[in-house]
Structures are given as structure tokens and as C-alpha cells.
T-cell receptor, first 113, second 116 residues
Framework: AQTVTQSQPEMSVQEAETVTLSCTYDTSESDYYLFWYKQPPSRQMILVIRQEAYKQQNATENRFSVNFQKAAKSFSLKISDSQLGDAAMYFCATGAGSYQLTFGKGTKLSVIP | DTGVSQNPRHKITKRGQNVTFRCDPISEHNRLYWYRQTLGQGPEFLTYFQNEAQLEKSRLLSDRFSAERPKGSFSTLEIQRTEQGDSAMYLC??????????????FGPGTRLTVL
């Protein structure tokens, strides 16, 4: 069984500043993957970034990067140079094997102009 | 648009009625997933298909729920005798799996169900 915990229901950040969203997880799988998905208001979820657990190097994708601490089972998302379009719900998720994803409850990010 | 599409986008029904949702995945994707998302929660897995075979069902999927994916293309999710607790956003996602590993799932816009 897998669980994902996002302890920050809401966060806010000033435009152009940096924000970090927290995520912890638990899994009994030895080979698993971690994801951050973004869900803008009334729009579909899109993948922001993914991390293979067997890789030590933290994934980066333009302004988005993760801090993956495998021993601590922590997977935080850092958004640099925040933009108004970053405002959304952010979901942390984990997947193993080849099918279902297990999601956290999400963090609502607001970007202040 | 070559993304995942879902129809209808919104459905309002009375308790006890049957409803059916449709999902059209990205054309070359062989895996299709259904999730349910209630207010303030993340999506919860319901079931998934590889081609036309339904390979896994969550315990959340009661006997009133049935899903099909004939010919490995589009999928339908039917809820019989709807209850107010079925009110939620139903999300469909698809992915293309080759070999091992967990591949990116592409999500549709969802069908929002309201049961009165």
C-alpha cells in the first residue's frame, strides 16, 4: 500500500519569488516513481515533473525542481521565479508497478502580483 | 486536439438513476485509467485497462459501477442506481506502456457528476 501526505493545504507566493511545496510518502515498493501534477482551476491535470526513485539526482524541469530525500521519504517541489500562471492545485503522487497512482490531498498555490 | 477527452463534462441526475460517462484516450495509448476526485481530495484510483482487458479494480468500485473498453479504444464508466455519495469529478487518464516503469498519465478534463 502507498500513502502520500501533503501537509500544506494552501500556500502563497509573491510573483517572481520562490516557493517550496512539501510532500511525504510511504510505500512498500522498492521500485517506484514520484510525480507532481498541476491542476489549474477548471482545467485538466498536467504533469509538472517526475522522479525515478532509483535515481539519486534530483529532477529539474525549467523553473521546477524537486528535493528528493529517499531515506526520509520526502519529495518537495520548488518553483522558482513564480508566475501568475503557476496558480493552481498541486498534487504529489507516487506510482509503482505499472498502473495506479496514489495522490495526496493537494496544495492550493496562490501567486500574488 | 489530440488529448484525452471526456463526455459529458457535467451531469446532473436524480438519485436512483443510471449514468454513463465516456472517455476517449490519446489514440496510441494502450492503458486507460479511471479516477474519482471529491472536493478537497486528490484523485482516487478506480480501475484501469490495458487494451481491452480490465486488469485492476479498486475496492472503491462497488457493484453499482462497471467499466468497459471495447476494442481497446474508448472506455465507458456506468454507475447504476446513483447515490448522493457518488457526486464527484470522474477523471480519465491514458498512458502508453512499453516495458517496465511507470509512465506519464495524461488526464482528461473530467466529468462532474451531481446526484440530487
Amino acid at each position: 500500500a502507498q500513502t502520500v501526505t501533503q501537509s500544506q493545504p494552501e500556500m502563497s507566493v509573491q510573483e517572481a519569488e520562490t516557493v517550496t511545496l512539501s510532500c511525504t510518502y510511504d510505500t512498500s515498493e522498492s521500485d517506484y516513481y514520484l510525480f507532481w501534477y498541476k491542476q489549474p482551476p477548471s482545467r485538466q491535470m498536467i504533469l509538472v515533473i517526475r522522479q525515478e526513485a532509483y535515481k539519486q539526482q534530483n529532477a529539474t524541469e525549467n523553473r521546477f525542481s524537486v528535493n528528493f530525500q529517499k531515506a526520509a521519504k520526502s519529495f518537495s517541489l520548488k518553483i522558482s521565479d513564480s508566475q501568475l500562471g503557476d496558480a493552481a492545485m498541486y498534487f504529489c503522487a507516487t506510482g509503482a508497478g505499472s498502473y495506479q497512482l496514489t495522490f495526496g490531498k493537494g496544495t492550493k498555490l496562490s501567486v500574488i502580483p | 486536439d489530440t488529448g484525452v477527452s471526456q463526455n459529458p463534462r457535467h451531469k446532473i441526475t436524480k438519485r436512483g438513476q443510471n449514468v454513463t460517462f465516456r472517455c476517449d484516450p490519446i489514440s496510441e495509448h494502450n492503458r486507460l485509467y479511471w479516477y474519482r476526485q471529491t472536493l478537497g481530495q486528490g484523485p482516487e484510483f478506480l480501475t484501469y485497462f490495458q487494451n481491452e482487458a480490465q486488469l485492476e479494480k479498486s475496492r472503491l468500485l462497488s457493484d453499482r459501477f462497471s467499466a468497459e473498453r471495447p476494442k481497446g479504444s474508448f472506455s465507458t464508466l456506468e454507475i447504476q442506481r446513483t447515490e448522493q455519495g457518488d457526486s464527484a469529478m470522474y477523471l480519465c487518464a491514458s498512458s502508453f506502456r512499453v516495458g517496465t516503469g511507470v509512465h506519464e498519465q495524461f488526464f482528461g478534463p473530467g466529468t462532474r457528476l451531481t446526484v440530487l
